[in-house]
Nanobody, 123 residues
Framework: QVQLVESGGGLVQAGGSMRLSCAASGRIFTYYTMGWFRQAPGKEREAVAAISWNGGIRYYADSAKGRFTISRDNAKITVYLQMNSLNVEDTAVYYC????????????????WGKGTLVTVSS
């Protein structure tokens, strides 16, 4: 079993930056694809970014390209999402996920999910 705990959410002004962290525990984190997803009020959950076990492959949703960066530190069993140039449309609950596979053009379903952290971007 894998446990995922997100942190780093909060309130930020439009144009600002924020870094989310996801601490993993349980089974061997090192070999898991990791991803960030988000769900805005009244909308379906959508993928933001995903990263392969060694960081060599990264997927970004169009909305994240050029603004967000996903990274991981396997020694610290943590994955990060650096978000820059935030806008009000980025307001959502952000979820960390593990499992599945990733390629530059997409990803498969994830097996494990965190409980989410709320990011609110004010205008």
């Amino acid at each position: 079993q894998v446990q995922l705990v997100e942190s780093g959410g909060g309130l930020v002004q439009a144009g600002g930056s924020m870094r989310l962290s996801c601490a993993a525990s349980g089974r061997i984190f090192t070999y898991y694809t990791m991803g960030w997803f988000r769900q805005a009020p009244g909308k379906e959950r959508e993928a933001v970014a995903a990263i392969s076990w060694n960081g060599g492959i990264r997927y970004y949703a169009d909305s994240a390209k050029g603004r967000f960066t996903i990274s991981r530190d396997n020694a610290k069993i943590t994955v990060y999402l650096q978000m820059n140039s935030l806008n009000v449309e980025d307001t959502a609950v952000y979820y960390c996920a593990a499992g599945g596979r990733v390629w530059e053009g997409g990803y498969t379903d994830m097996d494990y999910w965190g409980k989410g952290t709320l990011v609110t971007v004010s205008s």
